[in-house]
C-alpha cells in the first residue's frame, strides 16, 4: 500500500494507520532527512526478522539503526556517554547523521545478539518523528537500496512502492528522498570519529 503523508504537516489519521501496522508486525518503508528507510517497531522481534530477510541478513548479524524522537529517549537503548559526545549530539540532532554509541544491556535481548554497539537516528522529518513518537519507542532503520549501477539509493517513493509492495505493509510517500545518506559518527570511545562522510559534515557542530 502506497500512503501518501505531507512531510511538514503529517496527518494524525494517516500516522495512526502506520503505528496500527507497526503495532500489529508490520513492515513500512519510510522518509527521513536522508534516503528512504525499511522499518519496523523495534520492540517485535518477528518484524526484526522479517527486515532481515528483504536486506539478505540474519537478524543477530544485522546493523540496523534505530530512529528515536529525541537524545532524552536514548537512555534505554544506549550506555552513557561523554559530556563532548553529548553536546555534539544535541547540536547536530535532529540532522543527517548516524551515532554509533555503546548500547545498553536492553539492546542485545532486542536483537538476539551480543550487539555491543547501536546506531542512533534522529532524523529532520517529522513523517518519522512523529511515527516514533506516536508510537512510544523506536523503530528500525536500514536504508533502500537501488539495483542501479549508479544510483545507490531510491529516491522516488513510487519505483519503491513498486518493488517493495509484496515485501511490505506500507510505503510512506512523502515525497522525493535524498540520494546521500546519513553521516556515521563512531562515539563508543567517547571521542568524535567520521566513519562515513554523508549527507552534511559534523565539523560545524564539533
Known amino acids: ?17 502506520v503505528i496500527d501496522c507497526l503495532k500489529d508486525g508490520g513492515l513500512i518503508i519510510y522518509p527521513t532527512d536522508t534516503v528512504y528507510s525499511i522499518g519496523c517497531d523495534l520492540m517485535n522481534k518477528r518484524a526484526i526478522e522479517k527486515v532481515a530477510r528483504i536486506k539478505g541478513l540474519k537478524p543477530e ?11 532524552s529517549s ?24 548516524t551515532f554509533i554509541l555503546n548500547a545498553s544491556n536492553k539492546v542485545p535481548k532486542l536483537f538476539d545478539s551480543n550487539k555491543k554497539t547501536i546506531g542512533i537516528r534522529i532524523p529532520n522529518n517529522n513523517i518519522a518523528l512523529e ?8 523503530i528500525i532503520a536500514t536504508s533502500v537500496h537501488d539495483d542501479d549501477e549508479i ?5 522516488d517513493p513510487e519505483l519503491i512502492h513498486e518493488k517493495y509492495e509484496k515485501l ?16 556515521i559518527i563512531d562515539c563508543t570511545n567517547d571521542d ?3 566513519v562515513r562522510e554523508g549527507a552534511e559534515s559534523i565539523e560545524a557542530f564539533l
Not at 546493523?63 to 529525541?70: E, T, W
Not at 511515527?131 to 523506536?138: A, E, K, R, S, T
Not at 511490505?168 to 553521516?183: C, E, K, L, Q
Open 1 to 17: 500500500m502506497l500512503l501518501q503523508i505531507h512531510p511538514d504537516n503529517p496527518d494524525a489519521r494517516k500516522i495512526k494507520q
Open 61 to 71: 548479524k544485522a546493523n540496523f539503526s534505530i530512529v528515536c524522537h529525541d537524545v
Open 74 to 97: 536514548l537512555g534505554d537503548y544506549t550506555k552513557q556517554f561523554s559530556r563532548q559526545v553529548f553536546k555534539v549530539m544535541n547540536k547536530a540532532l535532529p540532522g543527517p547523521f
Open 131 to 138: 511515527i516514533v513518537q506516536q508510537l512510544g519507542n523506536p
Open 151 to 155: 544510483l545507490e539509493y531510491t529516491t
Open 168 to 183: 511490505v505493509d506500507i510505503v510512506i510517500d512523502g515525497g522525493y528522498g535524498n540520494n546521500i545518506a546519513s553521516t
Open 192 to 194: 568524535i570519529e567520521v
